[in-house]
T-cell receptor
């Protein structure tokens, strides 16, 4: 399973755009990039998933370059409630292997 | 549609006692996963179960830990003879079984915080 690397922490201010980059140099052809968000004392919550180029939903955008060795989660106009830990995971296409491998994540602090 | 439910939310046990953690998956989900999270760390996979079957238990310690997902009722993670090092947050997740999905998105419960004194 691919290993991911992302910054341990980031600071931002309300209203700013936040970009969190994740490296996954050993990503396989059938792997998808998935991001989860975790608030203190809660379970992780799925944010977004993509394979290549750009994916956007109501919460975030995910940018994936052609070589797929990295990805960037973009949070537009963050608010205080976006303070959380963000995890980047590489997830194999639907099959028998469903085990998620988690790194330390990026702890985002949004300041007023 | 209720989300993944876990109980208890907090559990305190003395060393040597048994801990039983329960997880009810989302309606329609027949796949359950257990993860452990230590403070300031990411989640660590423990076990993946389908109804009445353990599919992957590669992350679960061989001794003192067991998991089940019976045909009826919640999934149970059981820790016998707990030690202080078992203190952690234990999260359960569930997912769909089959279907036109790219990957199997996992839905997480609120976790059970186990404290061993």
């Amino acid at each position: 399973l691919a290993k991911t690397t992302q910054p341990i922490s980031m600071d931002s201010y309300e209203g700013q755009e936040v970009n969190i980059t994740c490296s996954h140099n050993n990503i396989a052809t059938n792997d998808y990039i998935t991001w989860y968000q975790q608030f203190p004392s809660q379970g992780p919550r799925f944010i977004i998933q993509g394979y290549k180029t750009k994916v956007t939903n109501e919460v975030a955008s995910l940018f994936i370059p052609a070589d797929r060795k990295s990805s960037t989660l973009s949070l537009p106009r963050v608010s205080l409630s976006d303070t959380a830990v963000y995890y980047c995971l590489v997830v194999p296409r639907a099959g028998n292997n469903r085990k998620l491998i988690w790194g330390l994540g990026t702890s985002l602090a949004v300041n007023p | 549609n209720a989300g993944v439910m876990q109980n208890p939310r907090h559990l305190v046990r003395r060393r040597g006692q048994e801990a039983r953690l329960r997880c009810s998956p989302m309606k329609g989900h027949s796949h359950v996963y257990w993860y452990r999270q230590l403070p300031e760390e990411g989640l660590k996979f423990m076990v993946y179960l389908q109804k009445e079957n353990i599919i992957d238990e590669s992350g679960m310690p061989k001794e003192r830990f067991s998991a089940e997902f019976p045909k009826e009722g919640p999934s149970i993670l059981r820790i016998q003879q707990v030690v202080r090092g078992d203190s952690a947050a234990y999260f359960c997740a569930s997912s769909h079984s089959e279907g036109p999905l790219i990957t199997y998105e996992q839905y997480f419960g609120p976790g059970t915080r186990l404290t061993v004194t």
